[in-house]
């Protein structure tokens, strides 16, 4: 929030579903870095196959499928000058390929 002099009212937008405004987006990039989702300013399917695989590893289909899902969301991400653009593709990208991902209130 700092980085980005982002306020408590910026983090209400990630209540909502992508795209978000740029601040917030911001936070969702910085959020994806800590987990190693985001390398170097890029999308990391490896990183993002560490997230998921607790979720997945004791049934294939399910693993194969979130190989699919990040395959396809590494190949369709694009990179920008502005990393924070991350923070609406990542999200819109998986929730488009592996809905089960968004958990919606």
Do not use: W
Request: with cysteine.
């Amino acid at each position: 929030m700092e980085k980005t002099n982002a306020t408590e009212s910026d983090l209400m937008h990630l209540r909502k579903d992508p795209p978000f405004p740029h601040k917030a987006a911001c936070i969702v990039t910085c959020l994806l870095e800590k987990i190693g989702v985001v390398k170097d300013q890029l999308f990391s399917k490896s990183g993002f196959m560490v997230i998921v695989g607790p979720l997945v590893f004791q049934n294939k289909k399910k693993f194969d499928h979130m190989k699919t899902v990040a395959d396809n969301c590494d190949k369709e991400i694009k990179t920008d000058e502005d990393s924070c653009n991350l923070g609406n593709e990542i999200p819109q990208c998986i929730f488009k390929y592996a809905p089960e991902l968004h958990f919606k209130s």
